[in-house]
């Protein structure tokens, strides 16, 4: 298992890759959260890497973006070397 800010380090790049996926669409966070079905507020934090989303939030998420919970997660790789 990763170390805690390595951990943090994953969640804000996942978030990053969320919101840019999002933006693409030209969507808000109220639109994007309505399709998967999860609070705007929630989703807030899983932007902002504060919270760290279950795989059924993840996989409703990437559903509502029209892409895959893989692609979200492997546009969020963050170097593991330090």
């Known amino acids: 298992m990763g170390s805690q800010p390595q951990r943090r380090a994953e969640l804000v790049a996942l978030g ?16 994007l959260a309505g399709a998967a079905g ?11 890497g504060i919270a760290n989303p ?9 559903e509502a973006l029209g892409t895959t919970a893989a692609a979200l997660l492997l546009s969020a790789e963050v170097d ?3």
């Open 16 to 31: 990053i890759a969320i919101r840019t996926a999002r933006l693409k669409q030209r969507w808000g966070q109220d639109d």
């Open 54 to 62: 279950t795989v059924e939030v993840l996989l409703a998420i990437a």
């Open 38 to 48: 999860i609070s705007t507020r929630y989703l807030s934090k899983v932007e902002q």
């Open 80 to 82: 593991k070397t330090e």
